[in-house]
């Protein structure tokens, strides 16, 4: 067993032009020149670091995102996984919960509220505890960076804190924001880092976010 230390990062800026806005579900549309330049600035960023895979979601904004960072990491192999797709992570009864996250939750058919959530324990599943590798060797951690969505993000770090099922719910995360978790081969795992968006220039900042966020 190694320590594995897993890189989340929300898909780079969605390219809606021309889009209306379509409540929870959105077009398949792709990235902007805006999400291109943050997945290019993200991949700077990774550069020199050994990474032991690339794994996306299939929708096109996240395969795009893993495509342009991937770029910068030659030789590391990148995988599409349903895992890391765009799911309802947890069937959260809305009893007791603020009126917005409540509504928010009934938007959801009861397909989704049955489908996401073991899609998303299949995910915790495979990406996180410590890395089973086949050689005894004590050297660098594993890394793997999954490119993904604001919903399995937020229940990776809930479920690493071992915190209350419906905290998922009010996590934001910036486009190309950058979390790490650390899962030792003892221990509760570390969270390392949250939203990081260290490689951003500050016009690059805050998209993917509530629009009265200010940067």
């Known amino acids: 067993m190694r320590t594995r230390l897993l890189y989340l990062t929300r898909h780079g800026e969605q390219d809606l032009t021309g889009h209306a806005d379509t409540g929870s579900t959105e077009p398949d549309t792709g990235l902007s020149e805006r999400g291109r330049r943050q997945a290019a600035l993200l991949g700077e960023r990774l550069r020199g670091r050994s990474f032991a895979a690339v794994h996306h979601g299939p929708l096109r904004r996240a395969a795009q995102t893993a495509e342009v960072v991937a770029a910068a990491l030659p030789g590391v192999p990148v995988y599409a996984t349903e895992l890391a797709g765009d799911h309802l992570p947890h069937d959260t009864?809305?009893?007791?919960?603020?009126?917005?996250?409540?509504?928010?939750?009934?938007?959801?058919?009861?397909?989704?509220?049955?489908?996401?959530?073991?899609?998303?324990?299949?995910?915790?599943?495979?990406?996180?505890?410590?890395?089973?590798?086949?050689?005894?060797?004590?050297?660098?951690?594993?890394?793997?960076?999954?490119?993904?969505?604001?919903?399995?993000?937020?229940?990776?770090?809930?479920?690493?804190?071992?915190?209350?099922?419906?905290?998922?719910?009010?996590?934001?995360?910036?486009?190309?924001?950058?979390?790490?978790?650390?899962?030792?081969?003892?221990?509760?795992?570390?969270?390392?880092?949250?939203?990081?968006?260290?490689?951003?220039?500050?016009?690059?900042?805050?998209?993917?976010?509530?629009?009265?966020?200010?940067?």
Not at 96 to 115: H, I, K, N, Q
Not at 183 to 189: D, F, K, L, T
Request: net charge negative; no cysteine; hydrophobic share 40%.
């Open 93 to 215: 009864d809305p009893a007791g919960l603020p009126s917005a996250y409540a509504e928010f939750l009934t938007g959801f058919s009861a397909a989704e509220r049955a489908d996401g959530p073991r899609v998303t324990a299949e995910a915790v599943r495979h990406f996180t505890g410590p890395a089973e590798v086949d050689d005894a060797a004590v050297g660098e951690p594993v890394r793997e960076l999954v490119v993904t969505h604001t919903f399995l993000i937020a229940w990776l770090v809930r479920h690493a804190l071992d915190a209350p099922e419906r905290r998922w719910l009010g996590s934001n995360h910036h486009n190309t924001g950058l979390t790490v978790i650390r899962y030792g081969p003892a221990g509760p795992p570390n969270l390392i880092a949250v939203n990081d968006v260290a490689h951003l220039p500050v016009e690059l900042r805050g998209t993917g976010l509530p629009p009265d966020y200010l940067v």
